[in-house]
């Protein structure tokens, strides 16, 4: 089972950006119409997973399947 992302933070800029922070240090930007919908959604679903998604760092759960699946297997 996949652990459950944490460490995620967000900012809002005066500009209307929003800066999402992985442990403090920043991930990621949006602006426009992904920073609105980010807004708009950050209330509605779980924040750290949504955090993840945006930015790309989170797991599936599903990689030592994947790995061991016959076509993924190094042939010797």
Known sequence: MAK???G???RLRKDGEVELLHHG???SVLRG???VRFLTEVDR???QEL???LTGNYRHGNE???R???RNRHRS
Do not use: G, L
């Open 68 to 70: 061991n699946h016959p």
């Open 33 to 35: 119409d992904a920073a």
């Open 4 to 6: 459950a992302p944490e």
């Open 51 to 53: 955090m993840a998604r």
């Open 45 to 47: 679903k779980d924040p």
């Open 8 to 10: 995620f933070t967000y």
């Open 64 to 66: 030592r399947t994947a």
């Open 25 to 27: 240090r920043p991930a």
